[in-house]
Structure formats: C-alpha cells, structure tokens
C-alpha cells in the first residue's frame, strides 16, 4: 500500500521554520475536492503508524494534521504523540456540544489545537480557551474582518494567528503589520527584493568544481588541486566522505583517496549540497531542506525514467537559487556553469529536466491530480514515484544533520 504526502512549511515572524501541515492520501486516483474528510484523516493515521515514519516528514516539527468531528471523537488524534501534532479543526466543523468536550478533553491532555480557514462567529468564544491558534485564509478574509477577529479574541492573549495563502512578500509585511504570528504559502521562496548578490570566492571555487565534475571525464588532479587551496572545503569533504551515511569500514584520510571513493556522482551531490548550503546561510534553512528534497526526488524520477539522474539531481538542487540569491533566476544561471539543458529546465521551463520539476511541484502543493497526469506523460511507473518521494524527504532530513555537523 503506497501513502501520498506532501508537507507545507509554516514560518514564523522571523522567518524560520515552526511546523508542517501534513496533507495525506492513500492513492492518486482518490483526491478530488469531495473527498471524504474522514477516510482521510484514517489513512494518515494508518500510514503514521504502519507504513512510514512520521519523523520522516516532519523532523524535528510539530505538523498539523486535519481532523473531523468523527476522527476527533474517535480519539484519532491520541494515536500521535502530542508533541509531534497540532490538531487542526477543519472549517466544515460546525461549533457545538460534542466539538467543545473534544476541545476541553484534547486541551486537557496536552494537545495543541488549531481552527482551520476560520470563519468568525459569536458562538467560537466558547472554544477560546482552549484553542492556541487560528488560521485565517488571508486571500479571501477581508482586513475588516480580521480586525474583527483580533478585537473578539483580545481576551485570549495566548490565541496566536497563523496566515494562510500568503503568496508574496507584500502579504507577509502586510501580515506581521496585522500582528500575525504565523505565515503559510509560498512566499518565503520568491525573492522579497530585486538586487545583485556577487557570489564569494568560496562559492566560486564551489562552482568551478561543480563545473569540473560535470564534464563526461573528471580531472582528478585538477579537482584534488582545487580542493587542496581551500582548507575549510578540504575538511568539509573528509568529513562528508566520513560521515555515518555511508557506513564504511575504514576512514578515507586524504583528499584524493576521498575523491575516489566517492565518485563523481556523490562528489557532485556533495558539491551542490555545499554551494546551496553556503548561498543559503542568511535564508530560512527550510529553503535547503527543499533544495536538497528536489533534487533527490529529481535524481529518483531520472533513475525511473532511464535519463541522467547526475543532471537531473543537480537541476533540483539548483532549482531555488532565485529564493536563495533574491534575484530572477534567469540572472542567476548566467553565473554559474552549468549545462544548457539544466539552465533551460531552469530558466525556459524546456526539455525533460522541467518535466521532473513541474512533477515536484505538484508533489509539493499535494495535487495529486495533476501529479498523476504528469507522471502518466512521463510514462513514469505509477507505483515507484511515491517511494522516490518519501525516500527524499528521509534523505534530505539525513543530509540536514550531517551538514550541521560540518
């Protein structure tokens, strides 16, 4: 049985990760705008404890999870660990009896608790007490009546408000004005200004040896040369190469020897996984996280396809240097050398490496209808794209540990 999953962050006032909301499906061919809200909740709960780790795809973070009135009396949510979850109260919930002791008695044992695309009326007061936070689609909800909504819970001080559908950074500025303390949608991986960033000379020297490893023929000594100017990225390597993810018997103790045994395909991975991790040291570490995401589902759908997964793991892992560098990312493949056919993926939307990144983003905004299209034109095996999936949000949980520790 294959679970669908896709995660969207949820960023605080800084910027910074503060949860996921966690988007789960058992196949598919089964999510339409009508599907039933409960069969839902009970394959995520089933796949949490059956068939995947929940850690895999929140880490460290809690991830809001959707719950019915039926999943609620259920008791559905007390299968998670309550520091793992924020138990998110779907908008077609109407406030009554039965929600209210489910509230009372979820608040009780700890749980966090939130109110999903609310829609305010007078009734909610009686759920303040124990709700912590309120999501207000900040598309649709007229400022009138959010104002509304901060005057009705100014008795409530510990109610945060989390802003949904923030799409630009107009709206984030516009939603920390209003006092929000929590921000969902895609604006943190759009560029806040248009300016030039030159690149340092560590980050050159890291695209010239992504420029090396690219080539059909890897120059040895010419890599081993670059690596041993710089001290910091020679050390960096060692511990990469050493690092428990590859589990191997012996220490690798030069560069050289590093080199060889990783290969070029990993030194690549290593590589990029270092430029993206340096461009984005000032930036919201989720924005590396997704990075390094891509490009292992990219590497993945390549492999399945039969193409070359080097370049398509590199496409992916170049694919937010526009976030990462704030300025268009037409600018920003003129910088680096990389092969024409990623930087028309990239730029122009064009060949087989942008059919891997629109199959990535339908992932990541859990459509799976049209994700299911796309995998149908690919001629994708329908059954294997999930587990390259899954086995990319592990791997760049993995990877994000040992890049904290170099």
């Known amino acids: 049985m294959y679970f669908y999953a896709a995660r969207q962050p949820i960023l605080d006032r800084n910027k910074e990760l503060f949860a996921y909301e966690l988007l789960f499906r058992d196949s598919l061919d089964n999510v339409f705008p009508g599907i039933d809200g409960d069969e839902a909740t009970s394959k995520m709960i089933e796949g949490s404890q059956f068939s995947f780790s929940i850690e895999d795809f929140l880490g460290d973070k809690p991830g809001f999870i959707n719950f019915t009135l039926e999943t609620l009396q259920k008791k559905y949510p007390r299968m998670l660990p309550k520091e793992q979850i924020v138990v998110e109260i779907l908008e077609t919930i109407q406030p009554g009896k039965r929600l209210l002791a489910e509230c009372q008695q979820l608040k009780k044992d700890g749980y966090i608790l939130a109110l999903d695309d609310y829609e305010h009326q007078g009734v909610w007061r009686h759920f303040y007490p124990f709700i912590d936070i309120i999501k207000i689609d900040f598309l649709t909800t007229p400022l009138e009546t ?74 040895l000594t010419t890599i081993t040369e670059v690596f041993q100017r710089d001290v910091s990225l020679s050390y960096k390597l060692l511990r990469y190469s050493n690092s428990a993810i590859f589990k191997r018997r012996a220490e690798i103790a030069t560069i050289k020897q590093a080199l060889v045994v990783l290969g070029q395909a990993e030194l690549k991975r290593f590589l990029s996984l270092l430029f993206t991790a340096q461009i984005s040291s000032d930036k919201p570490a989720e924005l590396m996280r997704l990075s390094m995401t891509r490009a292992k589902f990219a590497e993945g759908l390549a492999q399945l396809h039969g193409t070359d997964s080097s370049k398509a793991y590199l496409t992916g892992m170049m694919s937010l240097m526009d976030a990462l560098l704030d300025e268009p990312i037409a600018t ?68 994000m540990k040992v890049m904290g520790d170099n």
Not at 350 to 370: H, N, P, S
Request: no cysteine; aromatic share 10%.
């Open 332 to 399: 920003v493949m003129e910088k680096l050398p990389l092969a024409k056919d990623i930087k028309d993926a990239l730029v122009n939307q064009e060949g087989v490496l942008a059919d891997y990144m629109k199959l990535m983003k339908l992932y990541e905004q859990a459509d799976w209808q049209g994700a299911k299209q796309q995998i149908e034109a690919l001629q994708l095996p329908v059954d294997k794209v999930p587990d390259a999936y899954h086995e990319a949000i592990h791997w760049a949980n993995e990877q």
């Open 146 to 219: 959010i104002q509304t909504i901060k005057t009705a819970i100014t008795d409530f001080p510990h109610i945060q408000l989390l802003a949904e559908k923030v799409e630009t950074n107009e709206q984030f500025e516009m939603a920390m004005e209003l006092g929000f303390s929590y921000f969902q949608g895609y604006f943190f991986s759009k560029p806040e200004m248009m300016q030039t960033k030159a690149l340092s000379p560590a980050q050159m020297t890291l695209a010239e040896l992504l420029y090396e490893t690219s080539k059909a023929e890897m120059d």
